[in-house]
């Protein structure tokens, strides 16, 4: 038994059917020239054993994945997700670059791929137009696709294709001679099989529409062959146009429009099928007793891999992160050597896998020469802050790059470099008629760090953009990039900055107040931790007691500063008070707003107190007043008497602010001093972010930092 039983009768059926209608037609026919020959049950037995055989071939040689270094091959139908098609109207059109550039921005997103709602279910769209080209991007599915759709039609009615046809799938890629004869290729698959009368059986089969043609790869077609296979390919259809033909093309490549054809877009993975993807990937009964599918999403949900995340939307990358996380239950400790390895799978690896051959413009371009170009064009973008690029600019970029490098190939051009990345590698795309963007604005940030760390900008990189979100990413990829050197630089730079954003007179008061609160206090943490825990109380009674804050924005609003307790320390016992601070800021919230009579937060905060108290964070800390206007609060909630309430809601805020020694006008900021007091803690989270991130760093620098950290500047 090989699992193949059921679907052979669907397919022995369609096979007597092409036999019987060849019978009817020659006097001469296959049956009748079998029955002649008095075959009787033989030719039965011929039939299914030819059919078994074909399905066993088709399965065996498209019906399995191995990709990227696996170890051991994967069923394609374990593994496959649902995939989506766009229209062919969903190309979208703009009257200018800068209109891109509002769409990116106004989808709040961080794929560069304009993400259509109206998207179809692609085997249904299979099963509806008799002629379809999908297009897509490298890497995007489009041969699995067509590989899927060939093993649902064996399935006959129990699949969800739905016609009966024979499936043939030709790889396009082994038209290497100008002469191309589709009838014969066909005819040798079901030779090899050994259908009866192979010939016979193949014209009759075409004559009579039983066939599901599946043409896989037109821009995989050596460039001197292009034209000969698309008109053999156009003729045969004509030719025979009862059958069904699914062809598959990358989009940048695609520049002929057949005319019977349908053309459709494999759209981008959303989170239902990377999730769906993952969950098929780790199917194995161990990784479901582990749980190992939903530990992989939710760690790929988490805000500190979103930009993996980005990665995942494509099936070939999706596939890499699964291998990774499979490696290593993570998807990197250095995440510039998780993008770099991507990148490399775009630039090389795939096109190698897939056996296609590379055009001859790449004679002399290197793929590190060539990653030397792309950091050039993706650090020039986004400096502008300009992720979509004309045509016109790109090409004299890339003239630019190869007449200034002495190593480069001085016969290439830049059209025709442009084209190569564009079509074989999909690093540069095309998003509207002649204006392009990186493939991911991942990879055009691990470039830009690449660019940044390899001309020595580093210094110039945290003078201008260290509180500019939109660098984030390339600050923590530059710090891992600095192997050979270490990341020393770039946090000493760092931390000189941020010394300077803490010469902001309200920034300076507020980091006095928490040194004196915590200077030699009892509990056994690191001195910034505890003027971190401080910062965070003192930011989170701001909130509390600001009474046009809506409750729902509290916990966000000190979330970055919980963060930064977390990160300076090492030890376990700091994510306790991280959740006390927490905590105290949403419990406060809620029991000094009129409108919660509620008794719980205040149970919660006097209890937390406790906890606050014995952990030595404060020199001095003395709660009991506190705690016993709360208990008068609660009694005043418990009667619902909102005049009570409001009286001793008040005596809270005070009693609160001097048990932490702190005054309404210190935690109170205008617009310009919230900004500045953002605008240091911001630069001190990113620091931190990036001391993890880096591949190498000082002990010694470390250390000299650390004990600087959130200490008020020196006059």
Known sequence: MTGLEPFVAPLVSIMLDVLKDSGKKESEGLIARLMNRDVGKDFQDVVFKAAGQYIKSYTKRHGELKVLGMRDPVKLDDVFTTVQLLGEDEVQQFATIDDLEKLYRKADQRLLR???????????????????????????????????????????????????????LLELKKFTESKIDLKALIEAEFTTCGFPKPKEFTESALEKGKLLILLDGLDEVPSANVNSVIDAIQDFVDRYDKNRYIASCRTAAYRYNFKRFSDVILSEFDDEQIQQFINNWFRSEEDK????????????????????????????????LCLTYDKSQTFANNRSGLYKKALRILLEEWAAEKRIMRQAIYEGLSVELEEVLLSEIACEGFEADRLFIPQSQLVERIKKFLSSNLNAPKQLSGEQVLDAIAIQQGILVERVEDVYSLSHLTLQEYLTARYIYAH??????????????????????????????????????????????????????????????TAGSSGNFKPAAKRAVAIGIARAIHIAIDSNRAFRDIAKGIVRYIAIDRAIAIDRAIATIAAIDRAIAKDIAIAITIETLSTRPIARIIARDNKLEKSGIFTELELSQFTNQLQDLKSAEEESNITLINKVAELVKSAYLEAFHLTEELITYNDEESQALNKYLYSIDILLKCKKEAARLSPATWDAIEAELLLPPHD
């Open 114 to 168: 304009y993400r259509s709602k109206e998207r179809q279910d692609g085997i249904t769209v299979a099963s509806q137009k008799q002629f379809l080209m999908v297009l897509g991007a490298p890497g995007a599915g489009k041969s699995t696709f067509l590989r899927k759709i060939g093993l649902e039609s064996f399935k006959g009615k129990k699949g969800n294709f739905k016609h009966q046809a024979i499936p043939v």
């Open 289 to 320: 007793q582990a749980g190992t599918a939903a530990l992989c999403w939710e760690l790929l949900k988490r805000d500190e891999n979103k930009a993996a995340k980005e990665l995942a939307h494509s099936p070939i990358l999706l596939t890499f």
């Open 456 to 517: 020595g900008q580093v210094s110039q990189m945290v003078e201008k953009y260290l509180t500019d979100e939109r660098w984030r990413e390339v600050f923590l990829l530059t710090s891992g990039l600095m192997v050979d050197r270490g990341s020393d630089e770039l946090l000493l730079e760092m931390h000189k900055t941020a010394k300077q954003y803490a010469r902001h007179p309200k920034v300076k008061a507020l980091l006095q107040w928490a040194d004196k609160v």
